[in-house]
């Protein structure tokens, strides 16, 4: 079974400075993985999602995230913190044909 | 290029009551996903759907939720009777087609509270 996790419930952050999300997961196979966010009383947006290929790979809003298959990581990533970056963001991942299985979530907290 | 949109935003209604949720996906959408999504959890897949045919209800449960898409384009998802731990958020998702590669446009959802 496929299974991904975000071992941080909530992470804080100057406006500014970098910041990363953790995504860990678990695949028999070549994993599709994706990051959404969700702000307040909205629904989930698009960010960026790996499939093959390059294993950094450039989003909206100036994110970006590193497939890394040895410690099957998928790490979020921006090089500045904006106040408004400030959400809820989830991990997600499929393979084959299984359905898509999101993580329970990280709050960002971009303080400024 | 117009989003998915749902209706109603917010229900309340007492345990035992039904309720019905409507979606309509992106425009040229054949994929329509219905997920649940409980405070503090990400998003549970209920039912998919490839068209007007399901793909996927395997987390539905039967005994009180069901799902339509007749015409492949817009859908309802109906609860009847509802019970308290049926409160979540119930998001609506399309995407160009059952490839796992594709991303999924949502909703903004219908946040249901069950009294």
């Known amino acids: 079974a496929q299974s991904v996790a975000q071992p941080e419930d909530q992470v804080n952050v100057a406006e500014g400075n970098p910041l990363t999300v953790k995504c860990t997961y678990s695949?028999?196979?070549?994993?599709?993985l994706f990051w959404y966010v969700q702000y307040p009383n909205r629904g989930l947006q698009f960010l960026l999602k790996y499939i093959t290929g390059d294993n950094l790979v450039k989003g909206s809003y100036g994110f970006e995230a590193e497939f890394n298959k040895s410690q099957t990581s998928f790490h979020l990533k921006k090089p500045s913190a904006l106040v408004s970056d400030s959400a809820l963001y989830f991990c997600a991942v499929t393979w084959r044909n299984q359905k898509v299985t999101f993580g329970t979530g990280t709050k960002l907290q971009v303080i400024p | 290029e117009a989003g998915v949109a749902q209706s109603p935003r917010y229900k309340i209604i007492e345990k035992r009551q039904s309720v019905a949720f409507w979606c309509n996906p992106i425009?040229?959408?054949?994929?329509l996903y219905w997920y649940q999504q409980i405070l503090g959890q990400g998003p549970k897949l209920l039912i998919q759907?490839?068209?007007?045919?399901?793909?996927?209800d395997s987390q539905l449960p039967k005994d009180r939720f069901s799902a339509e898409r007749l015409k492949g384009v817009d859908s309802t998802l109906k609860i009847q009777p509802a019970k308290l731990e049926d409160s979540a958020v119930y998001l609506c998702?399309?995407?160009?087609?059952?490839?796992?590669?594709?991303?999924?446009?949502f909703g903004p959802g219908t946040r249901l509270t069950v009294l």
């Open positions: 425009s040229g959408h054949a994929t």
């Open positions: 759907f490839q068209n007007n045919g399901v793909v996927d």
């Open positions: 695949v028999s196979g070549n994993p599709y």
């Open positions: 998702a399309s995407s160009l087609d059952r490839g796992l590669r594709n991303e999924q446009f």
